[in-house]
């Protein structure tokens, strides 16, 4: 059963920076083999993918993150990252890793002054 567990998220004011982490265990194949994403949560709101990297490298952003956000992964770990810099008001939200329909428990990432 693949677990996924994010930790990183806290309280900080607009224009500071954050680096979220997400470790995988439980997955059959090797943790390099997988595309792994981040989405978000806001409250009251849908969820709102934010970034994928895949097995190759290949990074993808959405527009409201991109130039801030930066997604990374070391396999060695089975870790995946997301460096959050530059953040906005509207970055308030709970963001989770995904691996396929898997996601973690989320952490939580509150932008405030």
């Known amino acids: 059963e693949v677990q996924l567990v994010e930790f990183g998220g806290g309280l900080v004011q607009p224009g500071e920076s954050l680096r979220l982490s997400c470790v995988a265990s439980g997955f059959a194949s090797s943790f390099s083999a997988y595309s792994m994403n981040w989405v978000r949560q806001a409250l009251g709101k849908g969820l709102e993918w934010v970034s994928t990297?895949?097995?190759?490298?290949?990074?993808y952003y959405s527009d409201s993150v991109k130039g801030r956000f930066t997604i990374s992964r070391d396999n060695a770990q089975n870790t995946v990252y997301l460096q959050l810099n530059s953040l906005k008001t509207e970055d308030t939200a709970m963001y989770y890793c995904?691996?396929?329909?898997?996601r973690g428990q989320g952490t939580q990432v509150t932008v405030s002054s």
């Open positions: 995904q691996m396929g329909a898997t």
């Open positions: 990297i895949k097995p190759i490298g290949s990074t």
